[in-house]
């Protein structure tokens, strides 16, 4: 059971807009910034979105984030095929006893 | 550019131990916390833990307390993670990541290393 709580897949066409939601608590989203990273197929993550909604150089202006309260969310516009992959989460948490907590992945499939 | 190069994999009995290295270049090594994630097979990422280079305090999840240990060594800019007692559940491939941070709430995994393979089977 993750701490943040992402939907378990998404799917979209190519071309499309796809948003993936993030839900997690005043302890982490509610008061510390969120990253996203894109996991490949038999790859490391990747960093995407870091502060909420800034991209690393490199990363297509098709990825975007954003926070509102205990919530936050990726957006992927102009959908590819190579968009496919696992897209987590994450943010530091204040508990005590948690440091840094992940969503379960959204597993994104593009038709 | 930013690297971090982690040690290959490993097959392990239960209870033995494991010791992952991840070797970083292309920066200063003490400026930048290192944290360890792991992935199951066909599960999520889990934080297991984190040093920071600079002074050496670590942060372990609950779960894990007792059984790992992070360390560094500044000389070969290379740090370590090792978990003891293995059981079957700790098959998982295990990530180090570098991990920025701006103050208290600004903080985000910029870099990661390939993965290691840890198998624990008897």
């Known amino acids: 059971q993750s701490v943040l709580t992402q939907p378990p897949s998404a799917s979209g066409t190519p071309g499309q807009r796809v948003t993936i939601s993030c839900s997690g608590s005043?302890?982490?989203?509610?008061?510390?910034?969120v990253s996203w990273y894109q996991q490949l197929p038999g790859t490391a993550p990747k960093l995407l979105i870091y502060?909420?909604?800034q991209r690393p150089s490199g990363v297509p202006d098709r990825f975007s984030g954003s926070k509102s309260g205990t919530s936050a969310s990726l957006a992927i516009s102009g959908l590819q095929s190579e968009d496919e992959a696992d897209y987590y989460c994450?943010?530091?948490?204040?508990?005590?006893?948690?440091?840094?907590?992940f969503g379960g992945g959204t597993k994104l499939t593009v038709l | 550019q930013v690297q971090l190069v982690q040690s290959g994999a490993e097959v392990k009995k239960p209870g033995a131990s494991v010791k992952v290295s991840c070797e970083a270049s292309?920066?200063?090594?003490?400026?930048?916390?290192i944290s360890w994630v792991r992935q199951a097979p066909g599960q999520g990422l889990e934080w297991m833990g984190r040093?920071?280079?600079?002074?050496?305090?670590?942060n372990y999840v609950q779960k894990l307390q007792g059984r790992v240990t992070m360390t560094t060594d500044t000389s070969t800019s290379t740090a370590y993670m090792e978990l003891r007692s293995l059981r079957s559940d700790d098959t998982a491939v295990y990530y180090c990541?570098?991990?920025?941070?701006?103050?208290?709430?600004?903080?985000?995994?910029?870099?990661w290393g390939q993965g290691t393979l840890v198998t624990v089977s008897s």
């Open positions: 040093i920071s280079i600079y002074n050496g305090n670590t």
């Open positions: 292309g920066y200063t090594f003490t400026s930048y916390g």
């Open positions: 994450a943010a530091w948490d204040d508990s005590l006893s948690v440091y840094w907590v």
């Open positions: 005043s302890s982490n989203i509610g008061s510390k910034t």
């Open positions: 990541a570098r991990e920025r941070k701006i103050g208290a709430a600004y903080r985000w995994f910029d870099s």
């Open positions: 502060s909420n909604n």
